[in-house]
């Protein structure tokens, strides 16, 4: 069994439709791994299924083979970090820190130890009596991160924690929290809605829609073969044109065949990323199409264009070697190793 196992959970806010239906979720031991979706999916109610905050209507929780489903969250030993960060404004860096500890009712010295260790991990050791309002963003980020690792938790829970810091602080912090992370060999759960920060840092990558798990791999994997038109839009693929298989790694498409590297029975429609469509001087004899360009953006170092074609308006970047107009009439060649079905 997997260090963390959520097994068919359902979640349901009025008793009636479900917020999460069937959910399936297996965590290794010191994997970081990553709820990432859209607004209103079900990421942070995942979360805090595992937190213990909302007891499933469904399923069960197993952690390290040990049934969680109906331990109560003072009794998990789970670290929370959450995006309003939380600290205490009335205690000290040193005070909040040492905050669960207290709750265990951990001796002083021992706690003394502890806190002081944590505070030089995370970098803190020379603001520990200062006060919340007297720290920036990211200190006040690293103190409640510090606060949730220093009672050495079963499992670290991160709820958006980046959210509320700017684009520099985010970098930063996503590399602080990834160093400490593989340092002490946490479990971890990352709830965001960044793709880019949560490939950044993630060891496997959950996306997620309606309340379901659309796509569980790597972030390598998941950015190079996503399985689902869904997971595809969301990474990024913008261009979707409609197929039905013929034989072995030929699909057609409005008359056209196609040769596609990779194979999926199931697959309705190829998807190709605008970079990896390339502007060629002449028709191809394989997967080479015609287009005329209907609209042009730069993109500093490069050309956007959108260019109708006998398949439907697609989106294709080309490079400022050479430029076309709107209006012009153009040839594309889409790779059969870049082509992804879904």
Not at 122 to 148: H, I, N
Not at 320 to 341: A, Q, R
């Amino acid at each position: 069994m997997s260090y963390v196992d959520l097994k068919d959970i359902a979640v349901s806010y009025d008793g009636k439709s479900n917020i999460l239906e069937g959910l399936n979720l297996k965590i290794e031991k010191g994997e970081l791994v990553s709820l990432l979706g859209p607004s209103g999916c079900g990421k942070t109610t995942t979360l805090r299924v595992i937190a213990g905050y909302i007891d499933p209507k469904e399923g069960e929780l197993f952690v390290n083979d040990e049934n969680y489903t109906k331990i109560p969250v003072h009794k998990r030993n789970f670290g929370i970090v959450f995006q309003s960060y939380a600290l205490f404004p009335h205690l000290t860096v040193f005070e909040n820190v040492a905050f669960g500890l207290k709750m265990k009712k951990t001796d002083k010295e021992t706690t003394a130890k502890k806190v002081n260790e944590m505070l030089e991990i995370c970098g803190l050791t020379e603001y520990k009596d200062r006060y919340p309002k007297q720290m920036s963003g990211g200190q006040r980020q690293r103190v409640a991160l510090a606060r949730a690792l220093v009672i050495e938790p079963n499992l670290l829970l991160l709820d958006e924690p980046l959210s509320n810091l700017d684009a520099k602080l985010r970098i930063q912090m996503r590399v602080e929290i990834k160093r400490l992370q593989k340092k002490m060999n946490i479990t971890t759960v990352f709830v965001t809605h960044d793709q880019e920060e949560c490939f950044s840092i993630s060891d496997r990558v959950a996306i997620m829609n309606n309340g379901i798990i659309e796509q569980y791999d790597t972030p390598e994997n998941i950015y190079a073969r996503p399985k689902t038109e869904f997971v595809a839009r969301f990474i990024g693929f913008e261009n979707f044109i409609d197929v039905v298989k013929k034989e072995k790694n030929l699909y057609e498409a409005n008359g056209v065949v196609f040769h596609v590297d990779e194979e999926v029975d199931a697959a309705s429609k190829m998807t190709i990323r605008p970079d990896d469509i390339e502007i060629v001087k002449e028709l191809g004899a394989e997967n080479g199409i015609s287009g005329k360009v209907l609209v042009r953006t730069f993109l500093g170092k490069s050309y956007q264009y959108e260019v109708e074609s006998n398949f439907g308006r697609l989106v294709v970047n080309g490079s400022d070697m050479e430029v076309y107009e709107t209006g012009d009439s153009i040839y594309l060649n889409l790779p059969s190793h870049k082509i992804v079905l879904v």
